[in-house]
C-alpha cells in the first residue's frame, strides 16, 4: 500500500506570494491533518479534515487555510507569505479523525523557504 | 499554558546499552501519549500509544511507561543500534481534541 505523498517536496517563495501544498492520504484513509515544524516551536497542529470538512484548527493565522476533496486528498494554502512561514509542512492521514488515537501515517513533507 | 518538555540535548548512548528518553507534561492530564521517531529531512513515525490507565507498554526493544502522577513518559530503548540513531518525539491530546508534540530528542547510538 503506497504512503502519503505530498508534493511539491521542495519550494521557495517570496514574500508576499501565496503557497498551494498537496497530501494524498493512504488509500482507504479520510483524516487528513497538516502540522508546520521548525527547529524553534517543533512540530505544531495546523488542522485537520474528515470527509471534506475542518473537524479542528490550531492557532494560526487566517493566512493558512486548507480543503480535502472528495477522494480525501487535501491541500493546504498559505497567503501572503512571510519569512518565518518557512517550516517543513508535514501532513498525516489515519482511517478515523480522532487524534492520536488512531495511527497516523506522515508524509515526507514540503521543504517551504520564503525569501 | 499546557508544556511538553523533553531532553533539548542531545543523547550520546553507547550500542548494546539502553537509552531512556524523557517527556514531561505539566498544566493538564493527556488521555493519552504517543511517541514517534523522526529521521533527517522524514516525516515522523509512529511508535506507541499508551493510555492514561496504562503503566507500561512494550514493543519489541522498545518500552513506554506513563505516570501520570509525576506527569512524566519515559521511553526506552534497549540492546540500543545504531540504526536506533535518530529525534524521537513525544505527543499528548489536548482537551479541545487537538495534539500537541513536544520539540523532540536527538539519539545518537555510538558503535
Known amino acids: 500500500k503506497a504512503g502519503v505523498t505530498q508534493t511539491p517536496r521542495y519550494l521557495i517563495k517570496t514574500r508576499g506570494q501565496q503557497v498551494t501544498l498537496s497530501c494524498s492520504p493512504i488509500s482507504g484513509h479520510r483524516s487528513v491533518s497538516w502540522y508546520q515544524q521548525t527547529p524553534g516551536q517543533g512540530l505544531q497542529f495546523l488542522f485537520e479534515y474528515f470527509s471534506e470538512t475542518q473537524r479542528n484548527k490550531g492557532n494560526f493565522p487566517g493566512r493558512f487555510s486548507g480543503r480535502q476533496f472528495s477522494n480525501s486528498r487535501s491541500e493546504m494554502n498559505v497567503s501572503t507569505l512571510e519569512l518565518g512561514d518557512s517550516a517543513l509542512y508535514l501532513c498525516?492521514?489515519?482511517?478515523?479523525?480522532?487524534?492520536?488515537?488512531?495511527?497516523?501515517?506522515f508524509g515526507p513533507g514540503t521543504r517551504l523557504t520564503v525569501l | 499554558s499546557q508544556k511538553i518538555e523533553q531532553n533539548s540535548e542531545a543523547l550520546n548512548i553507547q550500542e548494546g546499552k539502553t537509552a531512556t528518553l524523557t517527556c514531561n507534561y505539566t498544566n493538564y492530564s493527556p488521555a493519552y501519549l504517543q511517541w514517534y521517531r523522526q529521521d533527517p529531512g522524514r516525516g515522523p513515525v509512529f511508535l506507541l500509544l499508551i493510555r492514561e490507565n496504562e503503566k507500561e507498554k512494550r514493543k519489541e526493544r522498545l518500552k513506554v511507561t506513563f505516570d501520570t502522577t509525576l506527569k512524566q513518559s519515559l521511553f526506552h530503548i534497549t540492546a540500543s543500534q545504531p540504526a536506533d540513531s535518530a529525534t524521537y518525539l513525544c505527543a499528548l491530546d489536548h482537551r479541545d481534541d487537538k495534539i500537541i508534540f513536544g520539540k523532540g530528542t536527538r539519539l545518537h547510538i555510538l558503535p
Open positions: 498525516a492521514s489515519s482511517l478515523i479523525p480522532s487524534l492520536g488515537t488512531d495511527t497516523q501515517y
